[in-house]
RNA sequence: AGACCUAUGGUGUAAUCGGUAACACACCAGUUUUUGGUUCUGGCAUUCUAGGUUCGAGUCCUAGUAGGUCUACCA
């Protein structure tokens, strides 16, 4: 047996390495997130790292909701994140918890701090705090209320708990240095007085922690072992150990890797809401959403989102991953998975004149050639047939060209060849409305005894039988791939009006019926699409998740800018 | 300007005591194919710069340069 080499990533090493040291016995990691808004890629980098990390090396990953604001916490936010975890397949069994499950314990860590003489109750205002924390190459300076005594500190953040003062009018700060050149050690604040309701605690209490006394004590209190974070935090970690240490609690480690950047797509909470709220997309499951409901929605499978995360890599540089990364694995795992049916989006009419007229046959087709044991299923053929209008030209335009034109001939995928004689041309439009050909009737799929040698294969549908349904076809919300990256220019400046294309009218062969939302399917030589939500019995709608690649398309495109 | 962090093809990630720069995507040229999909083959890099140590440096040392983060009672 060959040895796989397999490489670590540098979290992975320091694992590899704690574990054997003995540092630790089995690892303990955890995904946090806040319950504020939905999960996007970037989400389910973390995702995927803190329990990838897990599968590989053994222990447990916890799912907890940081909710120490409950202004802006909801558990509608919960339960979709929840839900999303679940889709891209992870499970955290029954550790689901819940920052606001530590309030009491994390109101004794702020008492033990103040009676180490650590933390005190400051009565400045918001604006004068600011003016004290001086700046990047300043100190700040002392504010006054820093040398209240322990039993007045404690007095007064009873009080604050007690809901005896109103927001704003005092916080709890940790006592650190005014002096530091890192400004989240300038005292930071670590409770706020915040008369709200919250969706677990109700109005239990009338003050909250603050994110870094609370999702570093909630590390310590879950024995988190490694703390795994975006670069984002870096600076807080200096923090993050201080406070461990003073409260003399379980020394949880704090690593941070790269966030998730994708061209053409945007993460941030207030952009994409903006983008709700604007209607430029319809909601945040829309397709076009880098959420991961939009993904879905949009067809995209876990295993591809997973693979293009795994391909991307973890590190400590700004990564910047091509979206055509994303798509390319998507159609990767959608390739081996997704069942090929026919389907055509821009109809034109092909009637085979030598067919009988009243003969309908049924003629086997395979689900999927990538399948180890094929397997198939029947479609109706007809006299009279639908192929894609562009699967029609009325002079071959190059030599590599192998689709219809007078006199060529094509297979018709899974049934005849057939040979252009004739076709209809509306003189007003130059539309082509309807084309003639003859079949070759000893040239079916499978008992072809005919000889010909046709260069290309086409899609088809029965007219007869086809199913007339509405695509919904996405492009890429962006017009550039960096919308964020332009001076002067707001990212709303770069959104491409032709992102959503709705195609009222294709049509597709009649086994489809029997697909529910969800369900992703090929449509041969065209793309992969996915049964939407908004499909009823009258008409299904499918969302184009990506198209296949066309090399044809491209040497079309590539010839055309020569030209130019 | 201060602190912290990062620097390897177009993009992302490898190279584990210093020993032929590897893989994927993209791109280019072919191959296969009853999907112009899939498959398969080949091509594609003075490792940010300048010095230094060494038989040998992506890796070690020194000095630069470029980029990121940080001055919310958000997380």
């Not at 994140?81 to 994390?106: H, N, P, T, V």
């Not at 480690?253 to 941030?268: D, G, K, L, P």
């Not at 180890?372 to 047939?385: D, H, L, S």
């Not at 597709?508 to 996915?530: D, N, W």
């Amino acid at each position: 047996m060959e040895e796989k080499k397999e490489t670590h990533h540098f979290i992975e090493q320091i694992i590899a390495e704690d574990l054997k040291e003995g540092k630790h016995n089995s690892i303990i990691t955890r995904f946090p997130p806040e319950p504020n808004g939905y999960l996007h890629i970037g989400h389910a980098k973390a995702i995927c790292i803190n329990f990838g990390i897990v599968e590989k090396f053994g222990g447990k990953t916890n799912l907890r909701f940081d909710d120490t604001n409950p202004e802006k916490e909801s558990t509608e936010y919960v339960n979709a994140i929840k839900r999303d975890i679940q889709w891209l397949g992870f499970d955290w069994e029954d550790r689901e918890y819940y920052a606001s499950d530590y309030f009491e314990q994390l109101y004794g860590f702020a008492q033990k701090l103040i009676r180490k003489g650590l933390a005190y109750v400051d009565d400045s205002t918001s604006e004068e705090m600011a003016e004290m924390k001086g700046s990047t190459n300043q100190a700040g300076t002392n504010s006054p209320y820093r040398n209240r005594s322990i039993e007045e500190n404690l007095a007064l953040f009873e009080k604050m708990k007690n809901g005896a003062f109103e927001n704003g009018s005092k916080v709890l700060r940790a006592k650190i240095d005014m002096s530091s050149p890192n400004l989240l050690m300038r005292d930071p604040v670590i409770y706020r007085v915040k008369k709200a309701h919250h969706h677990r605690t109700g109005d239990a209490w009338n003050i909250y922690p603050m994110y870094d006394f609370a999702h570093g004590q909630s590390d310590s209190i879950e024995n988190i072992t490694h703390s795994l974070c975006s670069l984002e935090f870096e600076n807080h970690r200096p923090l993050y150990n201080w406070l461990i240490e003073q409260l003399e609690i379980y020394p949880s480690r704090q690593i941070e890797f790269s966030r998730m950047n994708v061209t053409y797509m945007i993460t941030s909470k207030r952009r994409l809401l903006k983008l709700v709220e604007e209607g430029v997309v319809t909601s945040w499951d829309d397709p076009r959403m880098p959420t991961l409901s939009g993904m879905r929605r949009r067809g995209f499978s876990p295993e591809g989102i997973k693979m293009f995360i795994a391909k991307a890599g973890v590190s400590k540089r700004e990564q910047m991953m091509d979206i055509g990364l994303l798509e390319e694995c998507v159609r990767q795992d959608l390739n081996k998975t997704t069942d090929r049916i026919m389907a055509v989006l821009d109809p034109v009419k092909v009637v085979i004149t030598n067919y009988p007229e009243d003969k309908t046959e049924l003629l086997p087709i395979e689900n999927n050639p990538e399948e180890e044991v094929r397997t198939y299923r029947k479609i109706p053929f007809g006299r009279e047939i639908f192929i894609e209008k562009n699967d029609f030209k009325e002079e071959a335009p190059n030599r590599k060209y192998r689709r219809l034109a007078p006199g060529s001939i094509v297979r018709l995928k899974a049934a005849y060849i057939i040979e252009c004689t004739d076709y209809i041309k509306d003189e007003a439009t130059g539309e082509i409305t309807e084309i003639h050909c003859k079949y070759y009737e000893n040239s079916r799929s499978g008992s072809d005894t005919s000889g010909l040698k046709p260069k290309g294969t086409l899609g088809w549908v029965s007219a007869q039988h086809a199913i007339t349904a509405e695509a919904r076809i996405y492009d890429r919300l962006f017009t550039d791939p960096f919308p964020l990256n332009h001076e002067g220019k707001d990212f709303m400046d770069f959104i491409n009006p032709n992102s959503l294309k709705v195609l009222p009218q294709i049509l597709v062969e009649p086994s489809v019926q029997s697909k529910t939302a969800g369900e992703r399917l090929q449509f041969m030589r065209i793309g992969y699409f996915c049964v939407d939500p908004d499909s009823h019995e009258d008409k299904m709608v499918f969302n184009q998740t990506v198209t296949l690649k066309d090399t044809w398309a491209k040497l079309q495109n590539q010839q055309k800018s020569t030209k130019k």
